[in-house]
């Protein structure tokens, strides 16, 4: 099911020399793992090829015989809009780049630039053609409102609007055959994404899971591809690969971030060729799953820092979703609770107590930096203890400050800065006090308690102050 081209659309290369094309085309294939290619060197047939359909992107020059380059750029931006252009031209002329851009080029490169910023400008493109697609995608999805499988996401308990987003995101691209990228902290429940894609490919394999975290190269090989009896010292038997397990099914490579460079690239090469050997084996064979990593780390900061192939993270961002951190999603708070404490409860085999009025509201003080694992542990943890009726606040209380003593320190403990400093005006104690009471009372959701922990005063003092307030107002 995998094609070994990428992207998926054409990217149409024109020029009359068949050396650059030749050469071009190198390139795109061997930096970029750009291999859906078509070359053409009679600038009469491009307009044919392009009716043809198929095409996205199509990379220009300009000095040509029968049609010129600008010729065509109006051509293909009055009867093709959807198709960008690329200019790469050997005219270094300002104004003719300019003319060009106006035109509705998407970039313009002279020749003797430097590769490496044609394949950018050449990636950029197929990236914004990629984003447009899957937009177009979801925007529909959205449109037409509900989810149309909503049953793929039934272990997902959310009602927060980008974490919806990201179910119409996931039907939208669950037929392609390109690979998907689960992005965001640890704990915010990528896996149960990763899921519900394989869920939604319809794909009648498997769901594989490989955490390749810590794997060394030649494990990693031997992990994905397999080997073959006697491939080296200890290996009596065949071993089926994981992408052999994941045949007409989803592989799932979790934590992909922490891959060493030689195992990037024979990642690269199994998504770029759709081909991969057995140690021990020189017959190929296909790979035919589709392929979902995961990772909380962040790619694009690695791949600057020149520790993640630009290729690979090219090819694996083709789809892509950031899932966002449980604190900035706490309206899912109650449902959670909720959610884990049936969870709980059955595992224990207890029965379900009922949580503390205001433990939502306690909860979402807090940045949970485990996020959905960290809750789950912090209501199991409380379940498990517990033993009347109502489950006791002081268990998750306790929970918070213990991870907040663990935090590790900053590296300078950061001094507590001064928020009047910036003032021009100062405002009187008595409207200082005001603020910061009713900033704490909104933080805690009303509950005098939590806000009074906020304050680092008792629940009566923080009544008595609110009293004065009152009085001072009437
Ligand atoms: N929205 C959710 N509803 C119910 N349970 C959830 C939700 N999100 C996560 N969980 C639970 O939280 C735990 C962590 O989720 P998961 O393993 O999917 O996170 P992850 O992002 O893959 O973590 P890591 O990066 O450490 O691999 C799991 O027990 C999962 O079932």
Redesign the pocket.
Known sequence: MLPSSYPNFQILLVDDEPAWLRSLSLTLKSTAGLNNLVTCEDSREVMGLLEGGGIGLVLLDLTMPHLSGEELLKKIAERHPEIATIVVSGLNQLETAVRCMKLGAFDYFIKTDEEDRIVGGVLRAVRMLEMQRDYREMSSRLVSGELRHPEAFA????ADRGMLAIFSYLEAVAKSPQPLLIT?E???????LARAAHALSGCRGKLVTVNVAGLDDSVFADTLFGHLRGAFTGAEAVRKGMVEEAADGTLFL??IGDLSIPSQVKLLRLLQEGEYFPLGSDQPKRIKARVIV?T?QNLAAKEAAGSFRRDLYFRLRTHQVQ?PPLRERKGDLPL?LD?FLTEAARALEKKRPTPPKGLAQFLATYSFPGN??EL?AMVYDAVSVHRDRMLSMESFVKAVERAQGEAPPAAEPAPRQNPFAGFAELPTFTEAASFLVQEALERAGGNQTLAGRLLGISQPALNKRLKMMRNQQA
Do not use: M, Y
């Open positions: 272990d997902i308990v959310t965001g640890s704990g915010v429940g990528k896996e149960l979790d934590e995961a909380h899932v959670l959610h959905l694992r789950r």
